[in-house]
């Protein structure tokens, strides 16, 4: 264990969102520091749920370099406008790396830059969608020291619970937090000396099997014993499904695709119902109806044929 971390005093911190702060975004982080956890599939889904219950949403995208979620959305709109669509839109913003040599000047940068669009963000929104880096950097060090509500996609396997915590192999006691879970400590600290309301930091057990093997179920055991110790609440993720990987390029996501389509599938229709459990389960604290002229648009009207699974 490195030096100074302390569980949670009370480890159930946060089990119910605290109200939303008058006039201020609520800004979720979606974040691990490792790849291919599905956060920016997740981010999306979140944001356009968001959306389609009437709030306003903005996205941050701090992995530049990889730029998944940009992406995501530059596909999106591309297909709105080849099919003559009227797709929900979040406002984005990316936040680029610094590209000066000096690191702490970079830094500096860094957080002029992240602290610009997030106000900027916050100005238009009722939500704010953070995706951050599959690394520890600093513009993802910044986002969680932010997070109202921290999201952690965690794909169903030990090599990835191994960011979170030190597991015995035979026992399956946990030794001791490992690097994200001490990271996480850390800005749960800033944010506290800061006079900020405690972040409700929520894992997801993300791309889950429908069969129920062992790996299945010690995951389930490792998981709510360590969210009991290092302060974190668990929600159910996205199963393995192809579907999240074809939707990618057309810039859809599962809730866009229209109730009464003849390809839309059973698979189609739980993997639905998934995406809305998890925002279900965040218990976000939503703003009151917007009035007719402030509502986003949406595309109630529109059928969008998924793509086959």
Known sequence: MS??????????IVQTQAAR???????????????????????????????????????LDLDTRQGTLGRYLENRAAYAKRKGLELA???????????????????ADETARFEAALATARAAADFVVVDTPGSDTHLSRLAHTQADTLLTPLNDSFIDLDLLARVDPDTLRILRPSVYAEAVWRQRQLRAVQGRRPVDWVVMRNRLSSLAARNKRDMAVVIETLAKRIGFRVAAGLS????????????????????????????HVAARQE????VAALNLPLPAAPGPKDAPATEASTQVPPPEE
């Open 89 to 107: 839109m979040p406002i984005h913003v990316a936040v680029p790396l610094s590209a000066l040599a000096d690191r702490a000047a970079a830094d």
């Open 21 to 59: 702060e008058p006039g201020r975004a609520h800004v979720l982080v979606v974040g691990n520091e490792k790849g291919g956890s599905g956060k920016s599939t997740t981010a999306l889904h979140i944001a356009i749920a968001l959306l389609k219950q009437g709030a306003r949403v903005a996205t």
């Open 3 to 12: 030096t100074g971390f302390q569980p949670a005093a009370n480890p159930s």
């Open 275 to 278: 995406v809305r459990d998890l």
């Open 240 to 267: 393995e499904r192809v579907i999240y990987k074809e939707l990618f390029l057309n810039g859809l996501t599962l809730l866009d695709l229209k109730c009464g389509s003849a390809s839309l599938t059973l698979s």
